[in-house]
């Protein structure tokens, strides 16, 4: 057995047509799986598509919104019809609105909480019924430094992202039996569309920089290892974690 090869597996990533959702589909589709992605922006998955397809990888993608839980379903099927199986998903789908907490509405609330945590809850629920029926999946949910540390003006972000840490360990314990294991990758601070602002203030990037030991931010490929590992045999014994991939930053 080839500890890292998936070779003959089928991955779907949610939130793949950029940032660290993109990173992770191009990663799983180098070491051999084929992969089917998701956004809300047709053009940007078409073209991280065309890039799955470079490495002589079969791709897929689909403009749904994850949030609609029919939606997701349907896409799922049409995978599963194609494909017969799908043995990786990745909730990659995420935002952040960076709001005083009393500043936040309703609707703030519910967009953030939308993103990061119902559409990891129905993706899962529309893929789990297959990974039961062949005894095998491996799910990766994508948490933050947040999941265990606070920031100022990140409310919601950091309640839906410690409630996705939380909904690892439930579907962890509750579908070791079926052969699914359930993990999740907590990113430290890296450079996406959804960060850029914050490195374009200079000062609060030495601030990062000083609070990590490695005293750098992190280049999104450096999630590429953890993503292959959680969704590789390399990683059967293990389910219910998250591997945070901050440079040291929870640790300092």
């Given at each position: 057995m080839k500890l890292f090869d998936l070779s003959g597996k089928t991955a779907l990533v949610t939130g793949g047509g950029r940032g660290i959702g993109k990173t992770i589909a191009l990663a799983l589709a180098e070491a051999g799986a084929n992969v089917a992605i998701t956004s809300r922006t047709e053009?940007?998955?078409?073209?991280?598509?065309d890039t799955i397809t470079g490495f002589s990888r079969r791709a897929y993608y689909s403009a749904v919104d994850a949030r609609n839980a029919d939606d997701i379903t349907g896409f799922v099927k049409d995978i599963v019809n194609q494909e017969g199986k799908i043995d990786i998903l990745v909730n990659g789908a995420g935002t952040n609105k960076r709001l005083s907490f009393l500043e936040v509405t309703e609707e703030d609330w519910d967009y953030v909480m939308d993103i990061n945590q119902k559409t990891a809850v129905f993706t899962s629920q529309a893929v789990i019924p297959y990974m039961k029926e062949q005894r095998y999946g491996k799910i990766i949910?994508?948490?933050s430094l947040t999941s265990e540390i606070a920031f100022p003006n990140m409310s919601a972000y950091a309640a839906s992202k410690g409630g996705i840490s939380q909904l690892t360990k439930s579907l962890a314990v509750e579908f070791a039996e079926d052969g699914i294991l359930v993990n999740a990758i907590g990113p430290g601070y890296f450079k996406t569309e959804m960060t850029k602002s914050l490195f374009a203030d200079e000062k609060r990037v030495e601030w990062m920089k000083s609070r990590i030991?490695?005293?750098?931010?992190g280049e999104v490929e450096e999630l590429q290892g953890a993503?292959?590992?959680?969704?590789?045999?390399?990683?059967?014994?293990?389910?219910?974690?998250?591997i945070y991939v901050d440079g040291g930053?929870?640790?300092s």
């Open positions: 053009s940007e998955l078409k073209e991280t598509a949910n994508i948490a030991p490695l005293r750098r931010t993503a292959i590992f959680l969704a590789s045999h390399a990683s059967d014994y293990v389910t219910g974690q998250t930053w929870l640790s």
